[in-house]
């Protein structure tokens, strides 16, 4: 008996020191699993690579759905500026066909913007005759909406030409009349004071008015034609009192269902049928966000598991370098690009089904998105050596990259707001803040570099001679020094990639100790490659499927 008692206390005593191997070989098979490729992975365990299969899917589907919903766009965004002037040739007198920066017409007498204005009245009276469009007046609960015109002027003061003293209210008051598209032929008669201004203290005369119509060409492309809702604005602006006048004409379209419309065809069964290709696509980016999530989660069970056995065993933490491994950025990506593929998808299909019109929304949306998943394949490209140059170069730059691009925007802010305020009044491509970045920028890339210098004239010598330095020193400094100094930054780290072997983290010590997965009978064992990270490490480690309790990482 005593003999027995001693015996099982000695096997208690000796168990933890048996299993503590066992559970280290564990976590080393289940990490070596974890960071194995999808071929790896099936050769492995013979597991189907589910994530690999969705993500090819996904790419297909994403990318035909944006191809169709561009073309739609196209079609709407095209009918809406072929509308726009269309209604400037309309209402604006003597229109060249042409706009100015910020205006279409510019009058300078008095008789001209009075003309202008009762042409606009009369083309407005006539629209039924005149436009070769399906353009009509717009109503509202079986009401023509009216034609509203305003005039906007300071408060009523005086002015004295001859010894230039001007007695005005700075206050500004609006007067308005509005007309009904029926009896707007008798506006002449019935409203000739309000057409008495006053040059002096006039702000603008507004015009605005509602017009509907529907576009047709969608048809085409076996989709319901839509109608749109057209308020037309207007704008006699004599903000500046410099003697001219602008006269701008603006244009909001709103698209909704078209009402007692019958069209004959197949339009409506193609509908049905994108209908269900988003629903589909929707619930494809469901299961790889699904999918990805799954993995990170695991990722941080494994993350836990290795650290504690480092606490246990070495009594020290995991590294942030080992701890990058675990946390994948690739996974982020596909997640949020899913995100983005479904409200997209979402919104295709209320625009598809007439609820609403926010088609630069949808194009945002799937866009991006289209744009994430095609970058997610670069993730695939990683497991081979000569496909990985890129991510690793990108990976080794950026840091030193970021910190050079912080200094030199500094530079380029300088340039930015100086150039804003001495040349802006002088050159048009200098005359907003946005402007201004964008000329520097395409100058740094040698664009448009001779009409910048030519455009300034010499009005004033004293901004003729800061512009020349301006550009001279600009020019010199960004394109011989700081682009060139930015390209030789990735040529440092390309070549720092291609001669240097990278020592190895804690973490692919401990994976590269212990025993690889055995082959499976009749597989040759091809070696092993080298790279920074344990997933290239582990390429040709395959393992036979057992029947066991151990859960390996997926």
């Known amino acids: 008996m005593e003999l027995l008692d001693r015996k099982s206390d ?13 559970m280290e070989e564990t976590l080393r098979e289940d990490l070596r699993y974890y960071f194995m490729s999808p071929c790896e992975k099936y050769r492995a365990r013979r597991q189907l690579p589910w994530k690999l299969a969705v993500q090819i899917l996904k790419i297909v589907m994403i990318t035909t759905q944006l191809v169709l919903f561009g073309l739609s766009n196209q079609l709407v965004v095209a009918y809406k500026e072929e509308n726009l002037m269309a209604f400037k040739n309309l209402f604006l007198k003597s229109y060249s066909g042409v706009d100015e920066d910020d205006y279409s017409v510019a009058v300078y007498t008095k008789q001209s913007v009075i003309d202008n204005i009762f042409y606009v009245l009369d083309q407005y009276s006539q629209l039924d005759q005149l436009s070769v469009g399906p353009v009509s007046y717009a109503e509202e609960n079986r009401r023509l909406l009216p034609l509203v015109i305003c005039k906007e002027s300071y408060r009523l003061g005086s002015v004295e030409s001859s010894d230039e003293s001007y007695d005005i209210d700075a206050q500004t008051e609006k007067v308005c009349l509005t007309w009904d598209p029926k009896s707007i032929a008798t506006w002449r008669t019935n409203s000739s004071t309000f057409f008495e201004l006053d040059f002096y203290r006039l702000v603008n005369v507004e015009i605005s008015f509602t017009l509907k119509g529907i576009n047709l060409q969608t048809i085409s492309s076996h989709e319901p034609p839509d109608c749109y809702m057209f308020a037309v604005t207007i704008t006699f602006d004599n903000q500046c009192h410099s003697g001219k006048v602008k006269i701008t004409l603006d244009l909001d379209a709103v698209s909704s269902a078209c009402k007692n419309w019958k069209i004959s065809g197949t339009a409506q069964k193609n509908t049905h049928y994108l209908l269900i290709f988003d629903g589909f696509i929707i619930l494809v980016c469901l299961t790889s966000a699904v999918l990805c999530i799954r993995s990170i989660v695991l990722a941080i069970k494994l993350l836990q598991r290795f650290s504690k056995l480092c606490l246990k065993k070495y009594n020290r933490k995991v590294c942030e370098d080992d701890q990058r491994e675990f946390l994948n950025g690739w996974y982020v990506l596909v997640i949020i690009s899913d995100v983005m593929a479904i409200i997209g998808s979402v919104l295709k299909m209320e625009i598809q089904a007439k609820s609403m019109t926010s088609y630069d929304v949808c194009s945002i949306f799937l866009g991006t998105s289209t744009l994430m998943v095609w970058v997610g394949v670069i993730r695939y490209l990683g497991y081979f050596q000569k496909y990985n140059v890129l991510i690793l170069t990108m990976q080794a730059a950026l840091p030193k990259v970021l910190r050079f691009c912080c200094c030199a925007g500094m530079i380029y802010l300088g340039y930015t707001f100086c150039g804003w305020i001495v040349l802006g009044p002088y050159h048009e491509k200098f005359e907003g803040l946005s402007r201004v970045a964008e000329c520097l ?6 664009d448009d570099m001779f009409p910048t210098f030519a455009e300034f004239q010499e009005k004033n010598t004293l901004v003729w001679l800061f512009s020349r330095v301006y550009l001279y020193t ?19 780290a390309y070549e720092t990639i291609k001669e240097t072997r990278f020592p190895l983290t804690k973490l692919q010590l401990f994976l590269k100790t212990g025993k690889d997965f055995p082959l499976l009978e009749g597989e040759d064992d091809g070696g092993s490659r080298e790279n920074g990270g344990p997933s290239v490490m582990l390429c040709c480690c395959t393992r036979v499927p057992k029947e066991d309790t151990t859960m390996l990482i997926s």
């Open 441 to 446: 920028f395409s100058l740094v890339n040698g």
């Open 474 to 492: 600009f020019i010199s400094l960004f394109v011989y020094m700081v682009l060139s100094l930015f390209i030789a930054l990735i040529t440092d």
């Open 10 to 22: 000695s096997t208690s005593i000796n168990m933890p020191v048996t299993l503590e191997p066992m």
